[in-house]
């Protein structure tokens, strides 16, 4: 069985994959920032290595002996663009400078983000041959980290990229906000409606991860990962009000009010400095009236499809944040 290097094991993707690769027998090792096994990765038979990927020092002994690296670990909010970049983007170069040294990998597997390509306004989802451009910071970042693994390729680095759109799903905190909201009876729309979303639910990523990082035929290809359906933000919001029993009130906060929220918010953030949720950066996403792609190139080279539809994945994250008392 192959020993595999995740960063970012920790976190609501990673968690996910590496359970997917537990369960197959795969000898995991994970990169985490500090002394301690992370709650997500408790119980789990894994290996934990002390690092940070802004540290190339600390990188040596993690890469040592594996055959396969699944880099996850990234910034998500940042007080400035400079901040992201080098976590993304100068924290991949110094993986993959790593990989390089320690002599190479079977196959470095980069998940990365719809944010890359842009919005898909324009009509039709976002293809692998057809970008846009990055809106915001972290689309900016982890489009120049999709360009460092593609400037090492070579031998000992046979890459995959995987694409996901939004992700959501037990453990995440991304959209923990939302599901809250509506679990007290609000269901908040940010913006100009409607607004059109692939979606992916975090085991179904898990296995794309995986999946498209072994086929023969994914070597220095990029791939976007979602379930085929297109929703709209308010059924979303319609779903997971079935699912937590509670129907609530619509409130649509206007793009003038939400750009006007996310100032105060980054002057706020710059007083305690706290990165915040919600940023004028933050806002260009907000604001495109569509963030959708396709898996068919997935489907066609390496025959992964997603299986979990929102009305399964929403009623399911709703239990597990139940359980775990986050709503």
Request: with cysteine; glycine share 12%.
């Amino acid at each position: 069985m192959p020993r595999v290097l995740v960063t970012g094991g920790h976190g609501v993707v990673g968690s996910h994959l590496v359970r997917r690769l537990v369960a197959a027998g795969d000898r995991v090792r994970c990169l985490v920032r500090r002394d301690g096994v992370p709650e997500h990765l408790a119980g789990l038979p894994v290996e934990v290595v002390v690092g940070d990927v802004t540290r190339p020092d600390t990188l040596a002994r993690a890469v040592d002996g594996v055959d396969e690296v699944y880099h996850l670990a990234a910034r998500l909010t940042a007080m400035t663009e400079r901040e992201m970049l080098r976590t993304n983007g100068g924290g991949t170069r110094h993986l993959v400078d790593a990989v390089v040294r320690a002599g190479g990998v079977a196959r470095f597997v980069h998940c990365s983000s719809l944010a890359v390509a842009g919005p898909s306004d324009a009509g039709g989802p976002r293809t692998e041959g057809v970008d846009g451009r990055p809106v915001t910071w972290y689309g900016s970042s982890k489009a120049l980290a999709e360009r460092v693994v593609r400037g090492r390729a070579g031998p000992g680095l046979a890459y995959t990229i995987v694409r996901p759109p939004v992700v959501y799903g037990p453990r995440d905190r991304g959209l923990l906000s939302l599901f809250q909201a509506v679990a007290k009876g609000l269901q908040p729309l940010l913006g100009a409606q409607p607004k059109h979303y692939s979606w992916v639910y975090g085991p179904d990523l898990a296995d794309a991860l995986v999946v498209l990082g072994r086929h023969p035929a994914t070597v220095g290809r990029t791939y976007y990962a979602c379930h085929p359906e297109v929703t709209t933000m308010a059924a979303f919001l319609d779903v997971t009000a079935r699912a937590v029993g509670r129907r609530g009130v619509r409130l649509t906060l206007p793009d003038s009010l939400v750009r006007l929220v996310a100032r105060v918010s980054d002057l706020v953030a710059q007083a305690t400095g706290t990165p915040a949720m919600l940023t004028v950066d933050k806002t260009h996403e907000i604001e495109p009236r569509a963030w959708v792609c396709s898996p068919a190139a997935a489907a066609a080279d390496a025959g992964w499809r997603a299986t979990t539809p929102i009305e399964v994945g929403i009623p399911a994250t709703v239990a597990w944040l139940r359980e775990a008392g986050w709503i």
